[in-house]
């Protein structure tokens, strides 16, 4: 067995071969490691540039260019951030404008920059309601199918080449559905049922029926009618300072009532006053809205279930499940992000954040919801029906936080639940 020496950091007790000694300077690789990457840091330090890809530049199509833009990274530059946020800046757009990117959206398609073609359809439909027929019909000219909320409100002439391509088999199945659930008219709702019956080649490759895709844009097809899972209204939760919040909405607000399964405080994850007009559009009869939940139970269960008298008392539903798998009673767990932070309620667009990738904060009431992981609408315990979204509460919209808190009810049940996703 070879002699090994020392190495010659004196804080360092480790042994190394002559060889690796003489080849590092008498160094350890851990501690030559070390002292590299420390170099390297230095390095950049003092030779990092900021580089302001707006200067100039006061189009606001070309400002949503640059923002799309994706960027390799590289450590020795830093970006300037935007001059105005995305919201800001769509929220700023002419139809004229909207027409130039999706212009540009078409042409980055057509030169192989498929990334920033996807990211302005998105953007652009969620964020605008202008008509994007021109730049879909160079998306479904190529079987390209997404983002497929892009697809929201197509025309027919868009859902007939979909529908075609689905049927020839030149189509990605997951896309060209999850497209035409969010162009959402008669004939996909009547297609999706066909396709359910007869059931074509491709459908073998799925892992629900067609018509299950209908969720991912927030309806379904109860008999043979279309039946929305959303509200078209939309009032969105944002942080405010201190003696500025909403009095009307409470969030995460602890009760008296101990969760039947961990022991933890229950919460309302909601408290909405019914008596403020602008909830009148979730059509709920009573004083209150609480949505009870533990949102300890919540992540790690199928969904927490309550149920609402008539007075406006919430207590968890008895036919509620306790999830397999529960985290230690004796660790402590966290208070929610919203718990006590002031806010606003802000109306603006249903489909407004409906894009997870977009990293839009998403927080609401009503409007659709903003899915990190697939669509997954709970059933009501007492008649099966699917629950109607009626609120998200994105911990991500809070600095050092993450996953996402959603609230669902059946009316005719005064039945509530809670999930909870998460990357």
Known sequence: MSERIPCTNPACGNTVLPATAAANGGLCAPCLGAIRKKEREEYIRLNRRTVNLYEGVTDPVEIAIIMLSRRRYDPLIAYAPSPVSCENLFASFTASDGARLAEAAAQAFDNGNV???????????????????????????????????????????????????????????????????????????????????????????????????????????????????????????????????????????KTEQACPWCGNSLSHMIDLDLSDPRFSFLGFTGPRLLVLTCHACTCYGGGFFSKIDHE???????????????????????????????????????????????????????????????????????????????????????????????????????????SYQQT
Request: aromatic fraction near 10%; proline fraction near 7%; hydrophobic fraction near 40%.
């Open 115 to 253: 990334d920033l073609a996807e990211d302005i359809a998105k953007t652009l439909a969620t964020l605008t309601d202008y008509d994007l027929t021109e730049m879909l019909r160079v998306f479904v000219r190529a079987d390209h199918h997404w983002p497929a909320i892009a697809f929201r409100g197509a025309k027919p002439e868009i859902r007939n080449a979909i529908i075609l391509s689905l049927n020839a088999g030149q189509a990605n199945a997951n896309h060209a559905l999850s497209a035409l659930a969010w162009i959402g008219d008669d004939v996909v709702r009547e297609s999706f049922l066909k396709w359910d019956a007869e059931v074509p080649a491709w459908v073998s490759k799925l892992h629900v029926a067609p018509s299950a895709y209908a969720e991912e844009a927030g309806w379904k097809v109860v008999g043979d009618k279309r039946c929305n899972l959303f509200h078209e209204e939309c009032l969105a939760i944002t942080q405010v300072p201190e003696g500025n919040e909403d009095a009307s909405a409470k969030l995460f607000q």
């Open 312 to 418: 406006g008392i919430a207590v968890p539903h008895a036919l509620g499940v306790k999830p397999e798998w529960l985290p230690d009673p004796s660790s402590e767990w966290g208070a929610p992000a919203w718990r006590d932070v002031p806010f606003a309620l802000t109306p603006r667009r249903a489909i407004h954040s409906a894009d997870w990738c977009m990293e839009l904060k998403s927080s609401q009431i009503g409007g659709l919801p903003c899915w990190v992981q697939d669509s997954e609408y709970p059933k009501c315990p007492e008649c099966s029906t699917t629950m109607q979204f009626i609120a998200q509460l994105n911990q991500d919209d809070l600095p050092g936080h993450e996953g996402t808190y959603y609230a669902f009810l059946c009316y005719s049940c005064r039945t509530t639940a809670t």
